[in-house]
């Protein structure tokens, strides 16, 4: 089978093939993704709706040229050709907090065939704040709580948030190239962090905000009542000032604020829990093969935060599996007399 036409396979072909399968064979889902990283994710995602009856295939959009990427799944490989047997599966991007405003943005959020994150990626689920606590257990071994991720990016988030409705807004009316979101990444960099006093970045990142809220300010000075349209279009959207984390731009929150902090809160329980060996009662043989079973078994900060899955209970992911158990539901091939 030619490129060429593996690349145009729509939704039919695979309808057709179940068909042919007959009536007890297990109906198979092709579901198409980003990336090789988004694999695991939406597998995680589809897998509880495995049954006797259905199971999901979760791969890339080309097996022949390995074409990648948000567009590639929604308009060269999918587009229109989506339906009952072949979804796509994204990130959300500002594809959920556009609304619409952009064709792009319509495909993600109207087609019943095409799931998206709601948070800004895959990344951010990774990063969501209840769950790094356990990534620091699974990194050092260590259970000792010295660092509340909640309270943090509550306040992180809060932070942001201001200038994080600029960046919405700069986006729905196409003023990106002012204020992009590279620009917004900027200000939100936690510089200067330190697990003894998280407290200093916080307010670095608060006066950082207001000086830069303050420019646009400056820049559209008629903007007012358009801020706060879209202030509360995302708070209906249920964005909170505490949530905003979860809708920045993934790879920035994963690399730029959480890896970081996750590693210097990982190297202060590292060193704690080396202290304890250090000090135990055992002889020094018994202490540095203590020592040596314990450095083995640590893992590195990034490899285990990229498979964290302790966001299955967030809000935002349950609501991301009804929308797949509402579109399972309407696409059940009907019973036919026996």
């Not at 093939?17 to 995602?45: C, H, M, P, Q």
């Not at 006797?52 to 948000?70: A, I």
């Not at 994150?117 to 000792?144: F, G, K, R």
Request: charged share 25%.
């Amino acid at each position: 089978m030619s490129s060429r036409l593996i690349d145009n396979i729509d939704s039919r072909y695979f309808e057709a093939a179940n068909a042919l399968r007959g009536k007890r064979a297990r109906r198979r889902i092709v579901a198409y993704v980003e990336s090789y990283d988004d694999i695991y994710f939406w597998r995680t995602v589809l897998s509880r709706f495995e049954d006797e009856k259905r199971y999901f295939e979760v791969m890339l959009p080309s097996k022949v040229n390995l074409t990648r990427g948000k567009k590639s799944v929604l308009m060269n490989f999918v587009g229109d050709h989506v339906g009952p047997d072949m979804i796509a599966c994204v990130d959300a991007d500002y594809d959920y907090l556009l609304q619409g405003v952009t064709e792009q943005s319509r495909r993600v959020i109207r087609s019943p065939y095409v799931f998206h994150t709601y948070v800004y990626a895959i990344e951010n689920y990774q990063c969501y704040a209840p769950s790094l606590h356990d990534v620091c257990v699974a990194v050092t071994l260590n259970d000792h709580r010295i660092f509340d991720f909640q309270e943090y990016f509550r306040q992180y988030s809060e932070a942001c948030f201001p200038l994080f409705v600029w960046s919405v807004w700069a986006y729905r009316t196409g003023h990106h190239g002012r204020f992009s979101l590279s620009d917004f990444n900027r200000v939100a960099d936690p510089g200067g962090f330190t697990v003894q006093n998280p407290q200093v970045s916080i307010e670095h990142m608060r006066r950082k905000v207001k000086t830069k809220v303050h420019e646009l300010q400056r820049q559209f000075p008629n903007n007012k009542e358009a801020y706060l349209k879209v202030k509360d279009d995302l708070l209906a959207l249920g964005i909170t000032p505490q949530t905003t984390y979860l809708y920045m731009q993934g790879h920035h929150l994963f690399d730029t604020v959480v890896a970081p902090i996750l590693t210097k809160v990982c190297n202060l329980l590292r060193q704690e829990r080396q202290t304890e060996i250090y000090r135990s009662q055992a002889h020094r043989t018994q202490k540095r093969n203590e020592m040596s079973c314990y450095e083995n078994s640590q893992q590195d900060v990034k490899s285990m935060l990229k498979k964290n899955t302790g966001y299955l209970q967030s809000e935002r992911f349950v609501q991301l599996q009804e929308d797949v158990r509402r579109y399972l539901e309407a696409s059940s091939p009907s019973r036919k007399p026996e």
